[in-house]
Structures are given as C-alpha cells and as structure tokens.
C-alpha cells in the first residue's frame, strides 16, 4: 500500500475531532502535566513555517507526557486584541472584530493541518467579553489593593484606612509613590474627595502623572517594544516623549519577589540574568545635597524668583557612596521637577531647546545610545562633605525613574561620568590609588582609596577614607552618612510601574467611571463592562481617545447601567474611562483561565487551580522576556496574594524556541540603459561574466535552487518578456539565509509543504533543522529527506511488489533488531527531555534503516517503533497503530521503556592504525583483552607490509576505539 499522506492525514485529523481525542478533563488519578505555549496575535498573513515552531515542540512533549501517563492539558488561544487590526480598521473602515474573526479562522484552519494536539474546548480570545470580563476583575482587584512592604503582600485598601483610621500614617511601611504624614484626626477631617486623592498614592492600580512615548500619529502611548530608532514601529511615525496621566500597576512594588522567584524556576540562565538586568537591584545610599546661594541677583524689572538659598536640598542615589570625594558636577534627569526649579534665567532658552531635543527620545534610545549631550543649568550643589561647590547639568544618560532622576557625577570611575566630564572640559579626580584616569580604570572596585579627601580640605568630624581599601570605604561611608543625617542606606530598583493605559479603540475597557475628576469602579457584579460600538476608529476632533466616539459611554449609578453620554449629570450619571488597556492585559492571566475557561463566576475555580496549579512546561520567544514574561509573573502573585492562584510563579519551567530564517533566492538582471527592452536574466555560474544586479524572487517559484522560467514569467507584469541566459539549459539561482519577510519572498507557506509532503513530514523537518533553541535556516531542498524517511517506515509494514499486503509476523526478532529498538527507547526518551529533537529524527533515520537490512517485520518491534515516533509524526503513527490491529489511540499506548541488556555490545570494532595513520578495522569480541588484542593485530596479514622491516617501539590501544602501533 503506498503511503497516501494526504488520505492519512485527513482522516485522522476528522476522527480526533469527531472522538474529542485532545480534550481533557480533571483526572485526580493521574499526574497532571500541563504544557503551554505563548498564544499568537492571528495576524492577516496567516502563518509562515517559522511561527509553528514552537508549537511542535511543545506538541512533541505534550504527547510525549500522554504516553507515559500523565493527563496532559494542553491548549491554545488568540492573543486577539491589538494595534495592527485597529490600524487596518482605520484604513479600511471594516470593524477589528471581523478582521480579527477571518484571521483567527485562517490560523485555526492552518493549526489544524499541522496536527496539534489542542484542546479547542479551551479557547481562549482575548477579545471576547467572556474573558476580558476578569482582565476587568483583577483590574479592579488591584485598585481596591495596596502592597504591604513589612509582610511582603498584596493587602486589601480597606485595611489601609482602618489603619488611617485609628493612628494615621504612623507605622504604614506600603508602597507608595510619595511619602505622606497625617495623623488619625486629620484623615477623619479629610472630605471623600481628599480621601480617595491619598489611597491614589498607595492602589496597586493607580492613576499618576508619568512620561510616556506618544504617538501623535496614531494618537496613543506606546510601550517600548512599538518603537524603533525614535518612530512607530507601526506606520514609522514619530514619537515623542510627553508627561501624561495614566493608569499604572506597581509593579515596582513586587521587585524583590521577582528577582527571589527566579531562583526557585527552570529557566535558562540567559533569560534569568536578562530579568535581573532589567529588575536592576541595587544597594546603595540616598544622600543630601544642598544647594548653593543663587549664583546672581534677580534682575531688574524681572518676574523671575530668586535661586533657592542654602536651605534647599535634593536628593540622589549611589551605589558608591564612597567616592564622594571624586564628586566634580551633578546631573539631572531632564524629566525631573529640579530642571524648573534650579535652572537660572539666564540658562533658560538653551534648557527649553535642550528639552524640546530629549522629547523626541525614547528611553530605550537613550540607554542604548552612547551620544553624549547635556545642558548646564546655571546653577550649584554643595558637596555635603567637602563644601566644593559643584555645577548642576542636565542630561539625557540620567533617567527620571531610577533613583530620584539625579545623580552626582564622579567621571574618574564611570564611564558615562567620564565622557560627560571629557566632552564639556569637567573636572577628573581619581580616587584609587595608582588608578590611570581612563576608560580602563572606570567602576574600580578593588584598590586602596586616596584624595579621600583631598589635601587641605576639611571633612565633617575630620572623616577621611584615604588608606582603606574599597570594600572598607563603602562600609565606613554608610555608617558615617546614616549617623550624621546625611542620607540613608536604601535598596533601589531599575524596575518601573508599567504604564496600563492606551489612547486606543481595540482593547479591554477600563471599569472605570469618574466623579469630581476622580476614578471609581463599576460594581464586580455589573462586570464585563463591554467596548461600545464607535463610528470611526480614530481619535476624536478634539483629541480625545476613539471611545470618545462612543455615543452610549456613561454610567448610571442607581440603574447600575451603561447609558447615553448626553444623560451625564455628574449627580448620578458620570463619564466612563475613554482609554483601553494595553495588550499584555490580555495575555498576562490567559494560562490560569486555560484551567477553567467556562466558568462565569471566576477566573479559575479553586478546585481546577489546585489541579493544574502552573505551567510546567512554556515554549515562546526570548522577545518576551522583559515584557510578557515579567508583566505575567507580577500578575500572578499579585493573584497569589488574593487567593486566586496557588503557584507564586506561574511557569515552572521555560523553552525559548529560535527563529527559523528564510531561504531567500535570487536571479540576476543584467544592467542595462534601455528600458524598453525585455529584461535578461543570468544563470548564477554565468554572472561574473555580466554587469548584474540581484533581485529576490518568489521562493515558490524555485525548486532545488533551479528557477521555473515560465512561472517566473507570469509571477510579475515586467517579467512576462523576459530573456534568460542558461547553464545546461537550466537557470540556476542564488540564495542567502535572510530573515523571513514578504520583502525577500522567502516566507514559505505551511499549506504548500503540507499539499506537498504531507504534515507528519512538516514537523520532523522543522524539528530536524537542528536544536529547538537555536536560529536555523529554512531550506525547502532538505525536506525530502525526511519524506523519505516515512516512506521507509512505512514499507516495513508492507511487502515489496504487493503492496496491498502486510508482512508482519511474530517470529521472535534477532539480537540485532532488538539492540537497534531499545538504542532508540532510550536515545528518544533522553533526547525528549532535553528538548534535542533534531537528534531524535537523525536517531530514527538510523533505526529504520537498520530495521530494513535485518528484514525486520515483527510485530512488538515495530508497534514500539510506531509509539516512538508518534509524539512527532501522529497521522502515520496513528494509521499504523490501527493496521497492527489496536483499538483506540495510539494517544494513548505506554511509552515504551529500554532493557539495558540489549544495548550490551558483544563485538566491538577497532581502527587500526600506524604511527597515527588509520589502515584498516578489526572486530573483536567485547571482552577481549588486550594482550590478545595486540596478538592478533600483529599477526593479522593487513598488518605484515606495515611492519615488514620495522621496530615496533609502542603499541597504544585505546579501549573500543583504536589501537595504534609506533615503528621505526
């Protein structure tokens, strides 16, 4: 019987269906696995080969799971909410959910081709008011929360002001975003308004003033991840940056629960450290600078105020503190509040152009980017400990939100210090002794201390740290500053609140009405609070967010209902919240609602949680680590802290799958002035011969690197005359690994190589390219090798010539055919386990081909070997499973298990060489020893002529490797 993929295929996908194969149920019986992979955003394009990577992966230990025995959930979703359908309602005018409908139906369409293993009972859409309902839920969870610093926990808000209530802020250790102080007495004197004004400052969901990357063009903030090089990465359109009242999370506030929860997660090192980096713990200390007594007079007739006097002071924070003595300028965050209030009047024009320049910088530019630029404000700080008188510059390599947005400047051990000082002609002190003010000498952490402080310059109490090593300084420093009231030892966070808000129509509604400007929430039980239908998708005429549009968009208080906005009296009915939330809402909980996806009245039941509990095993991109990844773990204890989830970290162990380039290819055009001659193309071997140029054409119309002409010809008008110059009668192409875009024509359709191949031979190939971490390079030309590997498999079930007819037996199998089965048992479990695929295909290659010179046809051997091989290709694994006369499915057979008795190698064959040179091999029995190895290399007749004449001086014999004999 020939192997009829597509028959196959089709068959079995309609009886998973039919059967319900994937759905799973809680079964307290087994051992639950639960595999997850980061749901798609169902763009237009559909997918390319590229996107089902990951998803094979994860499928591969998924059914591997099955068979040894655990219930296994498994499910899939839609990321469905997003800029791109927004933007293409915009030119279209067509409405996102009936864009985001056909896609997500297009990808459905193609997943199921692929043969995944998905429980499709547990949909997920971000999109669907059944879900978004309790984004919305844990929204307003957050809101009614604050973060206790003293328990390390999220605790209700009502616990805070039974707090206020009876002694006010004394003992209160919250996050918050500025430090209050009010007693008892004048909380309860404080009106509602006032009230809600200070819980605003502790909500784990909060309104707050915060700088943002505006998108004028598109009327919305984006994240950093939307924009590329200062533009939208959508349309390319300028951004800016620009203060604005926002919906924030604290996520600040959980920063050390997510740097102790990488230690207890499997997760690659890389991806840890990259979390690290971007939490960005730091010990330090926050000190005092005053400022010195204005540097000029106000002028006459000006309306400016006079400079601060001595008096004043701000803050900054260091993590070394004891190079204060090496202090020689002060910088500020363009963003902070000082830059107002310390620039002088004569520096004011050149601040304001300055600032107007940083607006236009992202904050990722500004990192990434080692320009130096910088303004001087005009005015001084004192150095705390030596009185100098140090000027105060502003600059963008300063961020407002790490530490206070300032920082004193010491360029002998810094090196963003040190170009600064270098650039603007600043002084240089060094601070270590013999250290060679350079950029080699920056952050010196070892080394003992001098001009600590300089000759002839009095310190408080005579402090001086010249003599001590580094590690004594920063210490001795800590302690000095603490004792004297000049600062405080503090931890400090790179990690900022993320920014929850979007100026944009296509994303979750906030629950959210306003009274007297402040926010209040619609009623859990009145909840999902659903996005009205608008007429247009773009911001209004008056610059407000498309919700703007909406004409029914307030809230009735009494009837506990939306209504029409030109009902609002502001007495009982109120403006509802016109921005959206952003797209990590949707996908930041998505896994626990997986558990229990039909459940209207929570997010996930207790008893499914406790079932599931979290995600063993989640395969994405590394695109997501500082994003998603950090937005979900945050989510999720946050979900802990309420009850809701009973895992502090939501994903157990991380597989971050590469990238698969395209294969581009290219013809070669020869150049040429008149145009109105039809276009000749060169043969790549005939190019060197031609003025050329490359162009990259459509990889469909390539097969093993020689190009269709005829289909080329009508691929494009231009091409329909075209003249081709040919090696041997063919065209043969160039080709380079490039990334997969529409661009290069090399994305390559899983719908063609399933019509072709079939999709069994889809997911070896992509597995076979090499280890699922790693980039690799698509190349349709290698595919065959895999179709023909389940073509062999399949022809030893079948006689040869007769196709029709089955040649199993039960005839007991020899020591060979066992010895090549239970190599692969125990190559495929590891291999699995390690996620090293790409082994495992090379490994089954091996075995059939040894099955097929044995004449292998026995029945245990091979229904072995159709178990093994149907984690990875399930339609033939399935078929064969049932023509060896099982029932049911092969989903769920027992993962077979080696006997280490048949991978005892009874002969072992040795190279044998001559001062180093290999000759030829012998076998011999395994447990020869090598006396009696020796012996018979030395009398066998390949040896005579290689020692014929010659002192043997050594024999060298590497056990079951090599024997090597030295002469001369």
Not at 448 to 456: D, K, L, Q
Not at 457 to 478: C, H, Q, R, W, Y
Not at 800 to 824: A, C, Q
Request: aromatic letters at 12%; glycine letters at 6%.
């Amino acid at each position: 019987m020939d192997y009829n993929f597509s028959e196959i295929e089709k068959r079995w996908q309609q009886a998973w269906a039919a059967n319900r194969t994937y759905k799973v149920t809680e079964d307290k019986s087994k051992k639950k696995f639960y595999v997850l992979n980061m749901f798609p955003y169902p763009s237009g394009a559909g997918l390319h080969v590229g996107h089902p990577l990951g998803y094979i992966a994860s499928d591969i230990y998924a059914r591997f799971k099955r068979l040894q025995g655990y219930n296994v959930l498994n499910p899939m979703g839609y990321d469905a909410y997003g800029l791109p359908a927004e933007q293409y309602a915009i030119q279209t005018g067509q409405h996102p959910a009936l864009t985001t409908e056909t896609n997500i139906n297009r990808y459905r369409e193609q997943l199921d081709k692929i043969g995944f293993s998905f429980d499709w009972d547990r949909e997920v859409r971000t999109c669907d008011p059944g879900y978004y309902h309790w984004t919305q839920w844990a929204f307003e969870k957050m809101f009614d929360s604050f973060f206790c610093n003293e328990c390390g926990q999220a605790r209700p808000i009502a616990d805070l002001v039974r707090h206020f209530e009876a002694v006010g802020t004394e003992g209160v250790d919250a996050a918050e975003t500025e430090s209050l102080h009010f007693t008892a007495e004048e909380w309860k004197a404080m009106s509602e308004h006032e009230q809600q004004k200070v819980l605003m400052n502790y909500r784990i969901a909060y309104l707050g003033e915060t700088m943002v990357n505006w998108c004028p063009a598109l009327g919305t903030v984006l994240a950093n991840d939307e924009v590329v090089n200062g533009v939208s990465e959508r349309g390319g359109y300028p951004v800016v940056q620009k203060k604005m009242q926002q919906w924030c999370l604290r996520t600040s506030a959980y920063a050390q629960r997510l740097l102790d929860g990488l230690e207890t997660i499997n997760w690659t090192d890389s991806i840890k450290e990259t979390q690290r980096n971007w939490i960005g713990r730091s010990e330090g200390t926050e000190m005092e600078f005053s400022l010195s007594p204005s540097p000029s007079p106000k002028r006459e007739g000006s309306n400016e105020p006079n400079m601060p006097d001595t008096e004043d002071h701000f803050t900054i924070f260091t993590t070394r503190a004891d190079t204060i003595f090496g202090v020689t300028f002060m910088v500020l965050a363009p963003e902070s509040e000082l830059v107002e209030k310390l620039t002088t009047p004569e520096q004011k024009a050149e601040v304001a152009e300055y600032l107007a320049y940083v607006k236009k910088r992202t904050e990722l530019d500004r990192m990434s980017d080692r320009k130096v630029t910088g303004v001087f404000s005009g005015n001084y700080a004192l150095n705390p400990f030596t009185g100098d008188k140090l000027p105060i510059w502003i600059s963008e390599y300063v961020l407002a939100g790490y530490g206070t947005g300032a920082i004193m400047a010491v360029p002998a051990h810094d090196s963003r210090d040190y170009a600064f000082a270098k650039h603007f002609n600043l002084p240089i002190i060094p601070l270590i002794e013999g250290a060679d003010v350079s950029e080699e000498s920056f952050d010196a952490k070892e080394g003992i201390v001098m001009n600590s402080p300089r000759e002839g310059v009095k310190t408080p109490d005579g402090f001086s740290l010249n003599g001590k090593t580094v590690k004594e300084a920063i210490a001795a420093t800590k302690e000095f500053v603490t004792k004297h009231g000049l600062g405080r030892v503090k931890v400090n966070y790179r990690l900022r609140d993320a920014i929850f808000s979007r100026q944009r129509y296509w994303g979750e509604p906030f629950p959210v009405y306003y009274k007297d400007g402040l926010p209040y929430m619609v009623p859990e039980a009145c909840l999902p609070l659903e996005l009205p239908e608008i007429d247009k998708y773009e911001p209004t005429e008056t610059g407000e967010p498309p919700l703007g549009r909406a004409k029914k968009w307030a809230w009735d208080e009494v009837k506990k209902q939306v209504v029409d906005k030109a009902l609002i009296d502001n007495k009982t009915i109120f403006p509802l919240e016109l921005n959206t939330m952003p797209g990590f809402a949707g996908s930041s909980a998505y896994y626990l609602r997986y558990m229990d996806p039909h459940n209207a009245h929570a997010l996930v039941g207790k008893a499914a949680d406790e079932y599931w509990q979290n995600v063993d095993l989640y395969v994405g991109g590394t695109e997501h680590a500082t994003g998603h990844l950090i937005y979900s773990r945050f989510w999720n204890k946050f979900l802990f802290d309420c009850g809701v989830s009973c895992k502090d970290e939501p994903f157990e162990k991380l597989i971050n799958q590469g990238m698969i380039q395209g294969r581009s290819n290219f013809v070669y055009r020869v150049n040429s002035d008149d145009h109105s001659k039809a276009p000749v193309f060169v043969s790549k071997g005939l190019k060197d011969q031609y003025d050329t140029t490359p162009i990259h054409v459509w990889v469909n119309l390539v097969k093993n690197d020689i190009l269709d002409t005829e289909a080329f010809k009508q691929w494009r008008p231009e091409y329909n005359n075209a003249e081709f110059v040919l090696e041997d009668g063919k065209y043969v192409c160039g080709w380079a690994i490039e990334k997969m875009s529409k661009s290069m024509y090399n994305v390559v359709n899983p719908d063609d190589i399933i019509k072709e191949y079939g999709a069994d031979t889809l997911r070896l190939y992509e597995m076979f390219l090499g280890p699922v971490e790693a980039a690799k390079p698509w190349d349709t030309n290698g595919i065959d090798g895999c179709h023909r590997f389940l073509k062999k498999f399949w022809n030893l079930f079948w006689e040869r010539g007769n196709e029709n007819k089955l040649i199993i037996d039960d005839v007991e199998p020899s020591n060979e055919s066992l010895k090549s089965v239970h190599r692969l048992i125990k190559k495929v479990s590891e291999d699995i386990e390690r996620f090293s695929y790409n082994t495992s295909v090379s490994a089954f290659m091996i075995a059939v081909n040894e099955l097929g010179q044995q004449k292998c046809h026995n029945r245990r051997l091979l229904q072995t070997m159709v178990v093994l091989l149907a984690p990875f290709a399930p339609h033939i694994a399935e078929e064969l499973w049932h023509v060896l006369g099982n029932k049911g499915t092969v989903c769920d057979a027992e993962w077979p298990s080696f006997d280490a008795e048949y991978l005892v190698e009874s002969d072992v064959q040795l190279t044998i060489s001559f001062n180093g040179k290999a000759r030829y091999q012998k076998t011999f029995a395994a447990d020869t020893d090598n006396a009696t190895i020796e012996k018979e290399v030395k009398a066998d007749e390949r040896s005579l002529k290689y020692l014929e004449g010659k002192q043997i001086v050594k024999v060298i014999i590497v056990p079951k490797k090599i024997v090597n004999i030295v002469v001369k």
